[in-house]
DNA sequence: AGCTGTGAAACATTTCACAGCT
DNA sequence: AGCTGTGAAATGTTTCACAGCT
């Protein structure tokens, strides 16, 4: 209703980031146009749903007719904030870390990588995604030059906690962590937790679930 | 209250993983009993919560007391079928299909990838996480053989769909997708979407949203 | 006293149904 | 007719408060 901050659920800022990407493809494959349930069928999502999340933002259609991709594909763009380019840096370059540094989807959404860091002396100056990796002892110094508030921690588990501990204290008050610990941080600063193999583990109790759904209530008889 | 199956929430279910872990690891050091308190503490979430987490499986705990350690881990552990091996397939071993191929915490809860495929010549072969990888021609037989039901992409994009395509039709009905695209499957088939760029643009939201809360209702005037 | 287990309340999210514009 | 925008209902999740056991 209001269209200038009432809040954007946080449920719904997740699906805005997803309407992005598809958006972006359309307008990239020359579409000019789209319906809610064309665009909620390619974010796997409810036609609905999807204009719920749209009304956060405001009117963003035209009724009878639909949507304007690129006009909503820079609405959502603006809203999420991907024209300034954001900071980040990452720690730990294993296969995850280099994975994440890699990735060019990041670097178009608003993201810049402007330092990689790991402990281990043969990454050092190893070119991943355009960029060096530098020692951790470099990080505060990067942290404060560079500005940079968002951090991602891609470090086995038993490090994570004091690299989080490096970065809050150098500054960085948004962490996206992917060891699989349960990090703890001041107040704050936000840490976001990410675990592979929770995902994975939710998908088996489904799989599990359906081809046992209620096996009697006795158990092996 | 009925302990038999009276179906357990999905979010209870992905936090029922992490108290298994943060379990697994208090075990190993030798603890014998924790209380709601502190396992909350130590998996990130509140006290009542976790309780109620908890009471979906039945009585675990001891009034007045706490949990026993041991005990209730392998109550979990049965609960989400860690105990039973699960035979899944892996394709495409970039950067991140390798570091879940290598994820050591897979094997001790109840994952084994007995299958990791790729279509790049220079990478069949290679053995990653103990498993060589094969050629994708071998996904149809491999799956049939061991009968897996779990799938897991890690493939670029544009080939995702046609992966899922080739998983549902070898029989395979729990996907877990990594690639930045919206797949489509029969009815019948779960597919999870992990898209990691949204996770931090969820993040990167919210750290502006900190640093500019209400900023005035007229914009930049 | 201490801590678990749980109904009930508070809160959040999803879905529905339809008014309203083109 | 077609499709958006949205209040209201339905559903799901988290938090609270306290009864009940040790």
Known sequence: MNPSRPRIPEATVARLAVYLRVLTGLADGGRAGVSSGELAGAAGVNPAGLRKDLSHLGPCGVRGVGYDVLGLRDRIARVLGVERS?????????????????????????????????????????????????PVTELDRVVAETRATIGVIATPAEVAQSVCDRLTAAGVRSILNFAPVTLTAPAGVDVRQVDLSVELQVLAFLDTQRDAPVPALGGMA
Chains 1, 2 share one sequence.
């Open 86 to 134: 954001r900071p980040c840096v990452l720690v730990g370059l294993g296969n995850l870390g280099s994975a994440l540094a890699d990735y060019a989807g990041f670097g178009s959404r608003g993201f810049e990588f402007v330092g990689l860091f790991d402990s281990a002396p043969e990454r050092i100056g190893q070119v991943i995604g355009g960029r060096p990796v530098r």
